[in-house]
């Protein structure tokens, strides 16, 4: 790829940023599909957001992925957002069109594409949704849109989980019960378990958000940690002969959806995974 007086630029801010996979991405697909653009990450500490955003905007930075801590501030300082992430409170992509920033969420649609890939359908099922946090509000909105019949937030604190079990009944109208992690266990049967707490992720590999005991009821697992590619949780799954996925699909899947919004087509996922396989083990 040659960089010259046209590339477009384009990257990631957050804090921390080093660890991410999203250059690996975006610049693989970029030049699969000879594109002149580039991708770069940005470490924004939370006191220079609005400024970076500025910068965005001035320098014409032609688009931006947002990750923690940035994904609900950032809306205030945007021209425009998305109806989903004004739902969801979140943005983590923004399109610089000709100096209107516009902020979507693409995690929700992310979400439901990695669902899609294993298989999985969501009509009629139950859910109990790990966390809740962004990545369990994304989650959970994702699984409403898409027409679960019911979910349960569990938490460790029970307070979060009972705010965001308030939203997604009052926003869609579902059932949607709240409970600390610790009480899991009691419930009966479990179509699909989604961690999206933190718990399991690297360097702390050897954790996991609940027992196996509670693993082993599920129908099917969703680790969204991808660091590793088997967290603890997901080995419960496998031993237990449950189906399972991980985080890698939602990362990919919503980073392809932040492609279309850059470049107005998708990129070839396959070919993604198998650069990133290469690319982390
Ligand atoms: P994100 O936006 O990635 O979801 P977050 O908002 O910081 O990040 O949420 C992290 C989630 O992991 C929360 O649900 C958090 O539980 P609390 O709300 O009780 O903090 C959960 N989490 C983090 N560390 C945990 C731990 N050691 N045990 C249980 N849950 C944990």
Redesign the pocket.
Known sequence: MKINANTKLYGLIGHPVEHSLSPLIHNYAFNSLDLNCVYTVFDVLPEKLEEAVKGVKALGIRGVNVT?PHKEKIIEYLDVVSEEALKIGAVNTVVNEEGILKGYNTDVYGFIDSLIEAGEKIERRKAVVL??????KAVCVALALDGIDSIIVA???VE?AKDLSEYIKKEFKIPCDYCS?NEVEEIPEIDMLVN????GMYPKVEDS?VSEKVVSKAKFVYDVIYNPLETVFLKYAKKNGIKYSNGLSMLVNQANYSFKLWTGGFFDKNLVYMHLKEGIM
């Open positions: 923690v966390g809740a946090g962004g990545a369990s938490n460790r604190s979060r992690i999206t707490t933190s718990v958000p």
